[in-house]
Nanobody, 128 residues
Framework: QVQLVESGGGLVQAGGSLRLSCAAS????????VGWFRQAPGKEREFVAA????????TYGDSVKGRFTISRDNAKNTVYLQMNSLKPEDTAVYYC?????????????????????WGQGTQVTVSS
């Protein structure tokens, strides 16, 4: 089973940038699509981005398109989320996750509810 640990969260002013990292343990990490999700207090979990095994295919939630970029380095077992032009509404706990199935694609990640592993989350706070 893949274990995930997020880092890189913090407090930033609106318009600023942060880069989140999701470090994975387990030799099969490169076999999985990886996704980022977020959850703000009192709100449902929201899909942020996903990346395919090779890193070629990426998908994004509508609210972050054009501002966030997901990438991965399989040699380092790490997935990144570069967040630019941050807004107060981006404030949330950010989680990375892998699906239960290696067949889940980046394009289907936003709709899946079958996850194999979640990280513990990292807090992102954007001040206005």
């Amino acid at each position: 089973q893949v274990q995930l640990v997020e880092s890189g969260g913090g407090l930033v002013q609106a318009g600023g940038s942060l880069r989140l990292s999701c470090a994975a343990s387990g030799r099969t990490f490169s076999s999985y699509t990886v996704g980022w999700f977020r959850q703000a207090p009192g709100k449902e979990r929201e899909f942020v981005a996903a990346i395919s095994l090779s890193g070629i295919v990426t998908t994004y939630g509508d609210s972050v398109k054009g501002r966030f970029t997901i990438s991965r380095d399989n040699a380092k077992n790490t997935v990144y989320l570069q967040m630019n032009s941050l807004k107060p509404e981006d404030t949330a706990v950010y989680y990375c996750a892998v699906p239960s199935s290696t067949l889940t694609t980046a394009r289907s990640m936003s709709g899946t509810s079958d996850f194999g592993s979640w990280g513990q989350g990292t807090q992102v706070t954007v001040s206005s």
